[in-house]
């Protein structure tokens, strides 16, 4: 059972346009909301996160919006670049003690930004 | 301030042999993840330790096992590789906040 539902699988996009990248969960226990870029041969890197008492957030050229109440949430990259071509993975978790976050992803986006 | 570091970078073997994923954080990290990722299957987990001196089953532990041998460093072991086996591996640990880092990942291909 996927926990975590991803969309698209693939998304070209021209430079400067805004990809939208969409996950729904499903376990209403997940409280926190990773968003990580992937560069072929690398470990994905953490990106944005968010926390279900904010409805958006901001960090540069990247934005998560989140809805609590459909259990969605997306990533939109504003003024793309070729740059962040990438795959792109939401994820989901909850605190099981401490500093333990088991992560559920959702099976990626490879993102394309032409020139 | 290495963060996380995984050997080996790529690994080949053949069926029925065995080895040794080696991890090593530098970051205080209390907790300690193994994942494995697998074309169009995102990542999945396979081992975890919430602090030292305890392990954990993830979503796809068969055929795999693990060793907190102290509060930097977390190894995966394969005891008897199957083609199934072959992905890359991630090691991963994370801090309070929830923020969660991955290493750059051993690619093992099983023959």
């Known amino acids: 059972q996927q926990q975590v539902k991803q969309s698209p699988q693939s998304l070209i996009v021209q430079k400067g346009g805004i990809p939208i990248i969409n996950c729904a969960y499903e376990n209403t226990a997940f409280d926190y909301f990773p968003w990580y870029q992937q560069f072929p041969g690398k470990g994905p890197a953490l990106l944005i996160a968010i926390r279900p008492d904010v409805s958006e957030k901001k960090e540069g050229r990247f934005t998560i919006s989140f809805n609590k109440s459909a259990k969605q949430f997306s990533l939109h990259i504003m003024d793309s670049q070729p740059g962040d071509s990438a795959t792109y993975f939401c994820?989901?978790?909850?605190?099981?003690?401490?500093?333990?976050?088991?992560?559920?992803f959702g099976k990626g986006t490879l993102l394309t930004v032409n020139p | 301030n290495a963060g996380v570091t995984q050997t080996p970078k790529f690994q080949v073997l053949k069926t029925g042999q065995s080895m040794t994923l080696q991890c090593a954080q530098d970051?205080?990290?209390?907790?300690m993840y193994w994942y494995r990722q697998d074309p169009g299957m995102g990542l999945r987990l396979i081992y975890y330790s919430a602090s030292e001196g305890t392990t954990d089953k993830g979503e796809v532990p068969n055929g795999y096992n693990v060793s907190r041998l102290n509060k930097r460093e977390f190894s995966l072991r394969l005891e008897s590789a199957a083609p199934s086996q072959t992905s890359v591996y991630f090691c991963?640990?994370?801090?309070?906040?929830?923020?969660?880092?991955f290493g750059p990942g051993t690619r093992l291909t099983v023959l």
């Open positions: 991963a640990s994370s801090v309070t906040s929830g923020s969660t880092f």
């Open positions: 994820a989901a978790t909850s605190n099981s003690g401490g500093s333990n976050y088991k992560l559920t």
């Open positions: 970051m205080n990290h209390n907790s």
